[in-house]
């Protein structure tokens, strides 16, 4: 079956640097989204990443290895704003996105 | 800059009640998307459609249907709720489809509580 993994929960300080996981396994592969969720809120569009390496935005960079079926988001400069779920997102041989079930990051000052 | 409309925001209904949770979208979106959010499980698709007049099921159709009359509307109908249908409700639209499907775009989510 297709099967994404991101941890459940993080905790990390205002300012620090935090990385968030996730490992998937599809059937073909053509890409990983990551998203950004407030709780309450709708998602909204961080990264995506069909090649392998690392992508970088400003405060946020996403990497991916499609030999491990591994990818990261990491975070730097930690803000209380960032607290948030994280969605990270495989894209299969269908093209459907095949959704993890979230890491909520909560942010200590 | 409205991007996608849901409504209602939250809604209560009992149990074998009809309801239809409405969506639309004004950036011009072919493909749209109905997910629904439940705690300690990712995203599921509901249904899709990649462009007006076609419509397809996702990962999770049973007890759910959906339209696209034309480019801006896609309603998800229940036709008689049950509380296991109790969950956030997303709809989402994204430029292309299949293998040119990009970032999607997401509603403020539609709360539905079915008792």
């Known amino acids: 079956g297709q099967n994404i993994d991101q941890p459940t929960e993080m905790t990390a300080t205002e300012g620090a640097i935090v990385q968030i996981n996730c490992t998937y396994q599809?059937?073909?592969?053509?890409?990983l989204f990551w998203y950004q969720q407030h709780a309450g809120e709708a998602p909204t569009f961080l990264s995506y990443n069909v090649l392998d390496g690392l992508e970088e935005k400003g405060r946020f960079s996403s990497f991916l290895s499609r030999s491990k079926g591994y990818s990261y988001l990491l975070l730097k400069e930690l803000q209380m704003k960032d607290s948030a779920s994280y969605l990270c997102?495989?894209?299969?041989?269908?093209?459907?996105?095949?959704w993890g079930a979230g890491t909520k990051l909560i942010i200590k000052p | 800059i409205a991007g996608i409309t849901q409504a209602p925001t939250s809604q209560i209904l009992a149990a074998g009640r009809r309801m239809t949770l409405r969506c639309t979208q004004d950036m011009r979106h072919n493909a749209m998307y109905w997910y629904r959010q439940d705690l300690g499980l990712g995203l599921r698709l509901i249904h899709y459609s990649n462009t007006a007049g076609t419509t397809g099921k996702g990962e999770v159709p049973d007890g759910y249907s959906v339209s696209r009359a034309n480019t801006d509307d896609f309603p998800l109908t229940l036709a008689s709720a049950v509380p296991s249908q109790t969950s956030v409700y997303f709809c989402?639209?994204?430029?292309?489809?299949?293998?040119?499907?990009?970032?999607?775009?997401f509603g403020e989510g539609s709360r539905l509580t079915v008792l």
């Open positions: 989402a639209s994204s430029n292309g489809s299949g293998e040119n499907t990009g970032e999607l775009f």
């Open positions: 997102a495989a894209v299969d041989s269908n093209y459907q996105l095949i």
């Open positions: 599809t059937s073909g592969f053509n890409g």
